[in-house]
Nanobody, 120 residues
Framework: QVQLKESGGALVQAGESLRLSCVVTGEIASVRQMGWYRQAPGQTRDRVAEIHFGGGTYYADSAKDRFTVFANDTKNGLFLQMNSLKPEDTAVYYC??????????????WGRGTQVAVSS
């Protein structure tokens, strides 16, 4: 079973920075993509940034030029560096990973989230 655990969320002031971390554990054969999503109260869960290990990185318009997503070499750690935070970045941030367990069993797993709150 694949498990993801996020950390790094906090209450900060507008303009400050935070780095979120996600640790992935389990009997994973390969990881195809990893990403960060966020959900504000009463809103849908939206994709923020994503790495496709076959090539390509995605950023939501709201994250471009402020956020940077990166993973470690072993693909069991995902990070989100968030700079110039704004009150509208306030949300629960979730880590997602997709890949294979063994040769043919796909997984699509989520962490429980970490709260980011940005005060004005």
């Amino acid at each position: 079973q694949v498990q993801l655990k996020e950390s790094g969320g906090a209450l900060v002031q507008a303009g400050e920075s935070l780095r979120l971390s996600c640790v992935v554990t389990g009997e994973i054969a390969s990881v195809r993509q990893m990403g960060w999503y966020r959900q504000a109260p009463g809103q849908t869960r939206d994709r923020v940034a994503e790495i496709h290990f076959g090539g390509g990185t995605y950023y939501a318009d709201s994250a471009k030029d402020r956020f940077t997503v990166f993973a470690n070499d072993t693909k069991n750690g995902l990070f989100l560096q968030m700079n110039s935070l704004k009150p509208e970045d306030t949300a629960v941030y979730y880590c997602n990973a997709q890949g294979l367990i063994g040769a043919v069993s796909p997984f699509n797993s989520w962490g429980r989230g970490t709260q980011v709150a940005v005060s004005s």
